[in-house]
């Protein structure tokens, strides 16, 4: 099978596969922080769609997916950001973050340095991946990853360092995966396991992430933006579907228990076999 062939029924192999960090650990996770000169905001053909579903959610569910401290530094960050988005906004009742996260596909969360240390202090979140705001509104960027294995000792001193360090206008990217066993974009919290046959019912979902310090406050935005396809998808490129079956079966015993259970340990078999056909071709 030529790698890039697509199977009858697969979607479309999205441009971003080539952008995943796909390699084994140890160690079991990566900055992967890339330069980025243009390009804080993406927009595509999805734009519509997800400003829609954004604005149903701030408006019917405003306490699950905005909160703000009210502090000066918070204020004045958002008033930065919304002048980022280039919203025109004529809703000036709204909060400058809700008025800018409405505008744009991406999430937006506002970090302030406190005693040295990232803070998260202000989103717009609509599409969290298994996690909510409200527990982690206001608490030191090491806390908000409390629940990630491998966190403290392979990355809360290089990420709070970096933060620290990065100049005004400066920005970075990087991109994570996941697998999902449902499509829904609002995802607070994990949803009863299912019995799938991979692909089908599986969802590849990738967040591309921008990190960017402000020029008016010490703060630093941090825009997610979630975007998915169906996991069949990856079946038109063999070589990535092999390199994440390898990383699926490289995970340590408690990523596999954080980041498994929602479809990756399901799909792994599958991912292997397509694989296959991509290394049968190089032999
Ligand atoms: C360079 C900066 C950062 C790195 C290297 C990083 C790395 C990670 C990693 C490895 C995970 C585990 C899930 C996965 O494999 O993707 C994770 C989860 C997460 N990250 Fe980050 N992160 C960074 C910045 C941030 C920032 C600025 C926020 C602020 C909102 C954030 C919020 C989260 C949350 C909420 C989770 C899920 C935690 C949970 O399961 O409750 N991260 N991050």
Same mark, same amino acid.
């Given at each position: 099978m030529h790698p890039r062939r697509k199977l009858p029924g697969a979607a479309d192999p999205p441009a971003w596969l080539d952008e995943l960090h796909l390699e084994p650990g140890p160690p079991w996770l990566a900055m992967g922080t890339r330069s980025l000169d243009d390009g804080l905001f993406v927009v595509d053909r999805d734009y519509e769609r997800d400003v829609a579903l954004k604005s149903v959610l701030l408006d019917e569910r405003p306490a699950e997916v905005f909160a703000a401290l009210d502090t000066a530094e918070v204020r004045a960050a958002s008033e930065e950001i919304l002048a980022l988005t280039r919203a025109v906004t004529n809703r000036s009742s709204l909060h400058p973050l809700d008025a800018a996260g409405r505008s744009v596909q991406e999430d937006l969360c506002v970090l302030v340095l406190r005693d040295g240390v990232p803070h998260l202090d202000a989103a717009s979140l609509c599409f969290p991946s298994y996690w909510r705001l409200a527990d982690k509104i206001g608490r030191p960027l090491t806390e908000v990853h409390d629940p990630v294995p491998h966190y403290p000792e392979e990355l809360a001193a290089k990420v709070n360092g970096f933060l620290s360090r990065l100049a005004p206008r400066r920005m970075v990217w990087r991109r994570n995966w996941s697998i999902h066993d449902? +499509?829904?974009?609002?995802? +607070?919290e994990a949803t009863p396991t299912r019995d799938v046959d991979a692909p089908d019912g599986l969802y590849l979902r990738s967040e591309r992430q921008v990190l960017r310090r402000l020029e008016t406050t010490d703060a630093v935005l941090f825009t997610i933006r979630t975007q998915q396809v169906p996991l069949a998808a990856v079946a038109a490129r063999a070589d990535v579907a092999g390199r994440m079956a390898a990383s699926i079966a490289g995970w340590s015993p408690e990523l596999a228990d954080y980041k498994g259970g929602h479809g990756a340990l399901a799909a792994q078999d599958w991912l292997a076999s397509i694989g296959e056909h991509f290394d049968a071709r190089r032999t």
């Open positions: 449902v +499509p829904t974009y609002f995802l +607070p």
